[in-house]
């Protein structure tokens, strides 16, 4: 399976929840402006990935390694996602069974 950019990752995903919510019949400005907050923890979750991945799980400290502080945020900005998606009451759509789903 071919990688897909981190930007065009980001817009389906825009689509996907957009999509989502206008099929559930939720519309509005508070509920967009959920969604752009979801997709901005979205980006901050993928810089802290790449931040985790650069500099590894330990980091140097005043007093020798220390555990990446990056792994904490990213497990509180994960929860943030998720309790939006909760609020929003959006839920995982299931794949059609002829194989249809994400075209990556």
Same mark, same amino acid.
Do not use: F
């Given at each position: 399976?071919?990688? *897909?950019?981190?930007?065009?990752?980001?817009?389906?995903?825009?689509? %996907? /929840? +957009?999509?989502?919510?206008?099929?559930? #019949?939720?519309?509005?400005?508070?509920?967009?402006?959920? *969604?752009?907050?979801?997709?901005?923890?979205?980006?901050?979750?993928? %810089? /802290? +990935?790449?931040?985790?991945?650069?500099? #590894?799980?330990?980091?140097?400290?005043?007093?020798?390694?220390?555990?990446?502080?990056?792994?904490?945020?990213?497990?509180?900005?994960?929860?943030?996602?998720?309790?939006?998606?909760?609020?929003?009451?959006?839920?995982?759509?299931?794949?059609?069974?002829?194989?249809?789903?994400?075209?990556?």
């Amino acid at each position: 399976m071919a990688k *897909v950019k981190r930007e065009t990752l980001r817009k389906r995903i825009e689509k %996907d /929840l +957009i999509s989502q919510l206008k099929g559930k #019949g939720i519309v509005g400005n508070h509920y967009s402006d959920l *969604v752009q907050d979801y997709l901005s923890l979205w980006d901050l979750k993928c %810089d /802290l +990935i790449d931040d985790i991945n650069e500099n #590894g799980p330990k980091v140097s400290g005043m007093h020798g390694p220390k555990s990446n502080p990056s792994i904490n945020d990213l497990h509180k900005t994960n929860g943030q996602m998720l309790k939006i998606i909760s609020e929003l009451g959006l839920r995982p759509v299931p794949v059609n069974e002829g194989g249809e789903g994400d075209d990556v």
